[in-house]
Nanobody, 124 residues
Framework: QVQLVESGGGLVQAGGSLRLSCAASGRTISSYTMGWFRQAPGKEREFVAGISWIGGNTYYADSVKGRFTISRDNAKNTIYLQMNSLKPEDTAVYYC?????????????????WGQGTQVTVSS
């Protein structure tokens, strides 16, 4: 059974930083695309960042490019999202997700396992 457990959320002032972690079990993260999504109140869940099973290539939503960095530690089977220069509009529940076999992309339907989410709140 695949399980994804996020941690690292919290309350931070605008301009600050947070690092989210997602520990995976039941699946080797280097063999699957892994992604971060977020959902703000009243909005749909949106793609934030992904790291592909193909060579570990990374890709980002335009809204976070240059501020967020996704990475993985294969030995710990864990992925991270380093978030810098946070803005109030980054406030959301952040979810870690694991892609379907051979999938590499931004669509929610391409991911088959999800974590429970961690709240990130950025105050102005």
């Amino acid at each position: 059974q695949v399980q994804l457990v996020e941690s690292g959320g919290g309350l931070v002032q605008a301009g600050g930083s947070l690092r989210l972690s997602c520990a995976a079990s039941g699946r080797t993260i280097s063999s699957y695309t892994m992604g971060w999504f977020r959902q703000a109140p009243g909005k749909e869940r949106e793609f934030v960042a992904g790291i592909s099973w193909i060579g570990g290539n990374t890709y980002y939503a335009d809204s976070v490019k240059g501020r967020f960095t996704i990475s993985r530690d294969n030995a710990k089977n864990t992925i991270y999202l380093q978030m810098n220069s946070l803005k109030p509009e980054d406030t959301a529940v952040y979810y870690c997700a694991s892609g379907r076999q051979y999938y590499s992309g931004r669509q929610r339907g391409g991911y088959d396992y999800w974590g429970q989410g961690t709240q990130v709140t950025v105050s102005s």
